[in-house]
């Protein structure tokens, strides 16, 4: 629960933030926009293969000086990977996630990005052609990942970005001793649309 107000607490700041930038810079209004595409998942254990699934989201991109901002994004985001030995079984998690990109403008249309991302576990199911496993409760709800990508905005208003997220907690609750850990790795391509 502590990790939660810690994470609304970041996101209620950097809103703030927003707003006195916003005051600041006249020249470069924060703009607020969607995001949506495609998440390559997997996890870091040899056991598992990646799979596809979708995020989407809010942003606010906050200039802070004239080739830089920060980008706080609140996204939906759907995890997760194959077993390697049948393909069958899947194993979906649902995440909040809390990505904070800090952005260098490279070109005036093409930024460069990376930043910390912190996710919340909305839930987790083991499946496979017939049956769903909840297993929520082996798995820790809150995920710590460093994401960097890079993204090219065709007009003012429309773009295209990229970025991989490396997950750097361990996602099981109670990882036995002598298995290895569970790490979330995504990759992901999509559209942005700025207001």
Known sequence: MKKIFLGLALIAGTFTFAQKTSTNTSSSPVRFGLKAGLNVSGLSNDAWNSKAGFYGGVFANIPVAQDFS????????????????????????????????????????????????????????????SNSLDVKDGMK??????????????????????????????????????????????FQVGLAYKF
Do not use: C, H, W
């Not at 990942?145 to 991989?164: C, D, E, K, S």
């Open 70 to 129: 920060i980008q706080p994004e609140v996204l939906y985001s759907g995890m997760g990977a194959k077993a390697e030995s049948n393909s069958d079984v899947k194993l979906n998690m649902d995440y909040i996630s809390v990505p904070v990109m800090f952005q260098y403008n490279a070109l005036p249309n093409l930024y460069l990005e990376a930043g910390p991302q912190f996710s919340f576990l909305l839930s987790s199911k083991l499946k496979d052609n």
């Open 141 to 186: 709800t809150f995920d710590f990942g460093l994401g960097i990508g890079a993204g090219y905005y065709f007009t003012p208003n429309i773009g295209v970005n990229v970025r991989y997220v490396a997950g750097l907690s361990d996602t099981l609750e109670n990882r036995p001793n002598g298995t290895n850990s569970l790490k979330n790795n995504v």
